[in-house]
């Protein structure tokens, strides 16, 4: 079996700053494409950012210069750098990642359990 683990998230002031990490594990021969994923209290979930195994990034444009996602390959780990946090990032943060496993030939999408983040004074 595979799976996703989520950590790093809490409540944070304004302003400040969190480090998200997710790592995949168990019977995993690959990961391809990591991503991150948020869903605020009545609404939809949306992209929070994306990366390819080779590093190539994609973020949602509202995002774009505070959050940084990046990834380890050899500990099948994706990160989510968030910085200048405002109450409107307050969600819980998924981990998504393609995984191919042992004696399989295909990829699986996988998410992670959710993490809560909270900004608020």
């Known amino acids: 079996q595979a799976q996703l683990v989520e950590s790093g998230g809490g409540l944070v002031q304004p302003g400040g700053s969190l480090r998200l990490s997710c790592a995949a594990s168990g019977n995993i021969l690959r990961v391809s494409s990591m991503g991150w994923y948020r869903q605020a209290p009545g609404k939809q979930r949306e992209l929070v950012a994306t990366i390819t195994r080779g590093g190539s990034t994609n973020y949602a444009d509202s995002l774009k210069g505070r959050f940084t996602i990046s990834r380890d390959n050899a500990k099948n780990t994706v990160y989510l750098q968030m910085n200048s946090l405002k109450p409107e990032d307050t969600a819980v943060y998924y981990c998504?990642?393609?995984?191919?496993?042992?004696?399989?030939?295909?990829?699986?999408?996988?998410w992670g359990q959710g993490t809560q983040v909270t900004v608020s004074s």
């Open positions: 998504n990642a393609e995984l191919q496993r042992l004696y399989s030939f295909d990829f699986v999408e996988y």
